[in-house]
């Protein structure tokens, strides 16, 4: 996106256009624009996604004139899963059980993971009632809205209508253009330039994969972190861009990050984090499964493995999701055995750098599992993984 002079030449012509417009058709504008930039990106993709959004609005209209929509819901939730399967899914499980997958020339459709979950969301809470009176152009332009189309953050509907302001302010070209260059500077300097240079002085995963035992644990140690760091900057720029060009419109979107980096616990993380992703699936995995089966434990690992399997269907995303998963429901039961007891003194203050230490340090490990995903097994996984948590002793 940021690399796209067409997406900044968007921004420069339809910034001025849309503002200039009377407010009733702004949402159409912006529609408009958004969908024949997504359409010089990916045809296919946004054809795709046309076919679906038309129908879960055709849900609200519906359900508005009082039509029974529960089956139609169901079957659009079907067939968005089906679809979001057949790209993103039944290709890398094709390729774990065959040499040359017969669906290796499927090409995922663009930002299929984040509208999949937007319409998924949308189509759910127009069944519950939750949403006020809106247009088609709202409709659209909350699908549609370029900077949030393909790496998010997974904006609420609700949300979307009740932070954009139809007059014009200051205010939002200065948020707005400070927020970009940050993410700028994330991406440009701090990203490609200083946490790759430092890589740059480590083992890469061809060196890893070739011999991991040769290789030093704290080597190993570093280049997780450095993994997880330039992650973190990568994908909180693209929000920071996001957010900030969404400002420039009027639009407050849900922020993704709150500085993870200084999280005292592993569920501190997970609430800084991918802050909408985690959102969403607390309140369409989570929360049903706790209802469902009153067992936290296992609404946790639903939740994981969903966001797991969210990213890729590859065995090191899943492994990186039940990894997680475990973190999360044993500091789950550490925290209910502490408050049984009522163990207070690991609260002191001057523990707090220990506790971020220690969460920093499970993060980082977990790198493992994404940093050798479709170049090395599960086995490299798991033998990298040994080597760092025995330092080569076992």
């Known amino acids: 996106m940021i690399t796209d002079p067409n997406y900044w030449l968007l921004l420069c012509l339809g910034l001025p256009l849309y503002w200039l417009a009377r407010p009733a058709l702004r949402p159409y504008l912006l529609s408009v624009g958004s969908f024949t930039y997504l359409f010089t990106l990916s045809s296919e993709s946004t054809l795709i996604l046309l076919g679906f959004t038309l129908f879960f609005y055709l849900l609200y209209s519906l359900r508005k004139r009082g039509v029974a929509t529960n089956k139609m819901l169901l079957l659009g939730i079907f067939f968005t899963l089906g ?23 499927i090409i995922i459709p663009l930002g299929i993971s984040y509208y999949t979950f937007k319409l998924i969301h949308y189509g759910v809470e127009v069944q519950r009632g939750n949403f006020p009176e809106h247009s088609l152009g709202d409709f659209l332009s ?24 139809d007059t014009w302010k200051p205010e939002f070209f200065v948020e707005g253009t400070t927020r970009i260059i940050h993410g700028l500077i994330k991406k440009l300097v701090l990203g490609n330039i200083v946490v790759q240079n430092l890589m740059d ?3 890469g995963t061809e060196d890893i994969l ?55 616990n592993i569920s501190d993380f997970w609430k800084r984090w991918h802050m909408t992703l985690a959102g969403w699936c607390q309140y369409y995995v989570y929360l049903p ?13 639903a939740t994981f493995i ?14 990186w999701g039940l990894y997680h998963a475990t973190g999360v429901s044993a500091f789950g039961s550490w925290g209910r055995f502490r408050r049984k007891r009522r163990w207070k003194g690991l609260d002191r203050p001057g523990l707090r750098w220990v506790s971020t230490l220690v969460t920093l340090m499970f993060v980082s490990c977990g790198s493992v599992f994404t940093a050798l995903d479709r170049v090395g097994s599960v086995s490299d996984m798991f033998q990298m993984f040994r080597q760092m948590l025995f330092f080569g002793l076992i």
């Open 83 to 105: 679809v979001l399967a057949y790209f993103k899914y039944i290709p890398d499980f094709s390729s774990a059980f065959n040499d040359e997958p017969i669906l290796q020339h």
């Open 142 to 165: 909350y699908i549609y809205l370029a900077p949030i189309f393909t790496a998010g953050p997974i904006e609420r509907f609700e949300h979307f209508l009740a932070h954009r302001e």
């Open 201 to 203: 002085a480590l083992p």
């Open 210 to 264: 070739l011999d991991v035992s040769s290789i030093p644990a704290f080597e190993l140690w570093a280049f997780c972190f450095l993994v997880f760091i330039y992650l973190y900057l990568d994908f909180s720029a693209y929000s920071d861009i996001a957010i900030g060009t969404s400002r420039l419109f009027g639009f407050r979107i849900m922020e993704n990050f709150n500085w993870p980096i200084i999280a005292l």
């Open 289 to 301: 499964m706790i209802g469902l089966t009153r067992n936290p434990h296992m609404a946790v690992y």
């Open 306 to 319: 969903t966001i797991g399997l969210w990213h890729s269907g590859t065995a090191g995303w899943l492994l």
